[in-house]
């Protein structure tokens, strides 16, 4: 049984870790807030952007480019999003698992390269030892969004793409949904994933102006029929409340672009409020453990003093009756 003076330092430790422990739930909710704040006000035009875009893409059927075209999978990069700093629960864990499912899954499908873009110390620490090739050192991104630097890493991802050097593009990072839910996500960069979003109503309906993927075939096979026979006709797309100004290739060109940057950094600030509200969680519960053990520790010291009084007085008084 420990003596009274080594519980004594026992407590005193465990109080100086819940002072710690305690400031670090209060730092990581102060950072939450404005995370939260950021993240609120992104989201809703982010959302509003891809589903304006994609429901334009997919109802024209000139809407097509090489953004939009999927091709055989050989060289991938994946953006993950992870954190500098550890002590924030399962976060950090959860999503290297997901970078070595998805790496796995590639693997296996016969793909030859694998580019790792990490967001954050934990995820390029992670690649470096699993032997993958990362592709730049984004550490100072991760405590500080920067639209411009997600800017850089969305233009240089573009032209890769564009280029052929890479045949796909996803995002590996969590989804701030409440303080105390953070939804592990995988998305597709590029190419553009209309399917995802033709998959949102459901299929086609009546009430709806969102063509499905074979509509567009259709209308293509349909168009260059046409022109073979009759160069007066031309088929008419499914969606006509589009009014597209100057053209097609113009407006495209400005908005393929500005969702991909709003893509990247609402990743971030989606990354950035769940790593908080992870941290402010981890903290509440350490804080809470070191509470109990406290409790347990005080009620064991107290019994402890006070069997060593007892046996104190027990000696006194055998002394006084042997006297």
Same mark, same amino acid.
């Given at each position: ?13 465990? &109080? ?24 609120? &006000? =992104? ?55 997901? =970078? ?126 046409? &022109? ?10 499914? &969606? ?7 053209? =097609? ?75």
């Amino acid at each position: 049984m420990p003596s009274l003076k080594e519980i004594k330092t026992r407590i005193a430790s465990v &109080n100086s870790t819940r002072k710690i422990t305690s400031a670090m739930k209060m730092v990581a909710s102060s950072k939450l807030h404005h995370a939260q704040v950021m993240i609120e &006000n =992104m989201l809703p035009y982010e959302t509003l952007l891809e589903h304006i875009l994609k429901s334009f893409i997919a109802s024209e059927a000139d809407a097509s480019n090489v953004f939009t075209q999927e091709r055989p999978v050989k060289r991938i990069a994946l953006v993950v999003f992870s954190s500098n700093s550890s002590l924030c629960g399962g976060f950090n864990t959860n999503v290297l698992k997901l =970078m070595e499912q998805v790496i796995s899954e590639y693997s296996d499908a016969g793909c030859e390269q694998v580019v790792i873009y990490p967001i954050g110390r934990k995820a390029a620490e992670k690649a470096t030892k699993l032997g993958l090739k990362v592709a730049g050192n984004f550490t100072d991104l991760a405590d500080k969004p920067n639209v411009r630097q997600c800017i850089e890493i969305a233009r240089e991802l573009g032209q890769l793409y564009v280029k052929g050097d890479i045949d796909r593009v996803e995002l590996v990072y969590h989804h701030f949904k409440s303080a105390g839910s953070q939804v592990l996500t995988r998305k597709v960069f590029l190419p553009i994933d209309v399917k995802s979003e033709l998959e949102r109503d459901h299929g086609r309906d009546l009430t709806t102006v969102i063509a499905t993927k074979e509509s567009q075939e259709y209308l293509r096979r349909k168009e260059q029929t046409t &022109n073979k026979e009759q160069k007066s006709i031309d088929a008419k797309p499914l &969606n006509d409340n589009f009014i597209v100004e100057p053209d =097609m290739k113009t407006v495209l060109s400005a908005l393929i672009p500005k969702l991909a940057h709003l893509m990247l950094y609402t990743a971030l600030l989606d990354s950035n409020a769940s790593e908080h509200a992870a941290r402010m969680v981890a903290m509440q519960t350490a804080t809470d453990n070191a509470d109990e053990l406290l409790r347990e520790l005080k009620l064991q010291y107290n019994k402890s003093r006070q069997q060593a009084i007892t046996s104190e007085l027990l000696d006194i008084v055998g002394g006084t009756v042997n006297n």
